[in-house]
């Protein structure tokens, strides 16, 4: 009976399902300018900007999140603000500022005055914040954001309408 080498054979290539994980010089960039216009002010908080390939899920378009001690010990970074690549690849240039704005609106560095150190928190955007955004800008810029995952990943309209940052 002769043996079967068959096993010793290469199968097929395993692709990946998890999302990947790059910095963007790009979203860094823009986001600068961002700070600037806006003069947003984080103290000695570092920022990093990342995109996230294919997304970071089919309903949210990007995030911002304070990094845990470990994050920070090995990266430098106190905030993450991660955006879903393909989204990111579909906007043009003010949406793209505008999402960043909403992002960065997120990141609440306070001075502890009695221990003298900074504590970095995590801020959900308040009804002043949409309204500095709304009246400045309105909602066409979230409308856009929504209509293009929407056409992204083909959600029907009730989807569309809970997509979110």
Not at 15 to 20: A, N
Not at 46 to 55: A, D, E, K, S, T
Not at 111 to 121: L, R, V
Request: aromatic share 12%.
């Amino acid at each position: 009976m002769a043996m079967s080498d068959s096993f010793l054979k290469p199968s097929e290539t395993i692709e990946l399902t998890s999302p990947q994980l790059t910095e963007s010089a790009e979203v860094e960039e823009l986001a600068t300018q961002v700070i600037k216009t806006h003069n947003l002010e984080f103290g000695p908080a570092q920022i990093g900007y990342f995109l996230v390939y294919p997304n970071l899920s089919k309903m949210k378009g990007a995030t911002c999140i304070k990094a845990n001690r470990e994050v920070k010990y090995y990266s430098g970074n106190d905030y993450l603000i991660e955006i879903s690549g393909d989204l990111w690849d579909m906007l043009d240039a003010d949406s793209k500022k505008m999402l960043l704005y909403h992002q960065l609106l997120h990141i609440e560095p306070v001075f502890k005055a009695k221990n003298q150190e900074w504590k970095m928190t995590i801020r959900k955007p308040d009804f002043a914040d949409y309204y500095e955004i709304n009246d400045k800008f309105g909602n066409t810029w979230y409308k856009t954001i929504q209509a293009t995952m929407s056409s992204l990943y083909d959600l029907d309209p009730k989807q569309e309408s809970k997509v979110s940052l």
